[in-house]
């Protein structure tokens, strides 16, 4: 029996694919998350053998329960990284955090369920359509700094909340802010905040 933990912030979505999959005679649904807390709480307790997570969930991200799910030590559980968006950003983060599978949301049904078995026996998937992202893929111009910056902008701090949380002077934040704006080729710290976002960079 493959033991699957399902994380979908849309109610309805994560009910429709816990009910699809509770029609496979070899797959169990052991438990469902709303959030990636409660996501990495349900894996700590069931050890699911596969993980679908959403990319966009709050408190913690799918790629970055892959990420932490993959320093636990002698872990088997397997990720399925599961989105409506083919960001090559996205992407790439998913193959750096060693993902087994990212499909996008739109593919049947009958696919998600064979990438399940897939996966459990070793394989890595990927949805067809992702493919051509990977020959797209942006360089990402900004700096490990540069992008700490722009994420915590983006969750609402203030340039004096990241000059707190960051233990930088005030001016040193407004030079990471100008520098990101500059290279991405805005006018705005908001713009600048969505089109590293859309590209998967934060």
């Known amino acids: ?13 994560r009910g429709a694919l816990t009910s699809l999959l509770k029609l496979e005679d070899d797959i169990e649904v052991v438990a469902e998350a709303v959030d990636g807390q409660a996501a990495w709480e349900a894996i700590e307790k069931y050890q699911p053998d ?17 990420e932490k799910l993959k320093q636990v030590k002698n872990s088997t559980t397997k ?18 955090a060693k993902v087994d599978g990212y499909l996008l949301k739109d593919e049947p049904i009958d ?31 900004l700096t490990e700094r540069e992008m700490e ?23 040193t934040v407004r030079n990471y802010l100008s520098s990101a704006i500059q290279k991405l080729e805005v006018t705005t710290r908001q713009q600048a905040i969505e089109k590293a976002r859309n590209k998967g960079w934060i």
Do not use: H, W
Request: a neutral charge; hydrophobic letters at 50%; proline letters at 3%.
């Open 111 to 141: 696919f998600l369920i064979e990438a399940i078995r897939k996966v459990t026996k070793g394989e890595r998937v990927l949805s067809t359509d992702l493919a051509a992202a990977l020959f797209l893929k942006e360089e990402n111009p």
């Open 149 to 171: 910056v722009l994420r915590l902008a983006k969750e609402g701090m203030t340039t004096r909340e990241i000059v707190k949380a960051l233990f930088l002077t005030d001016g």
């Open 79 to 96: 990720v399925i990284i599961v989105t409506t968006f083919a960001r090559p950003g996205y992407l790439q983060k998913a193959i750096d």
């Open 50 to 66: 596969v993980c679908l997570l959403d990319i966009e969930i709050p408190f913690m991200s799918g790629l970055e329960i892959a």
């Open 1 to 13: 029996m493959i033991r699957v933990m399902i994380a979908e912030d849309q109610k309805m979505l």
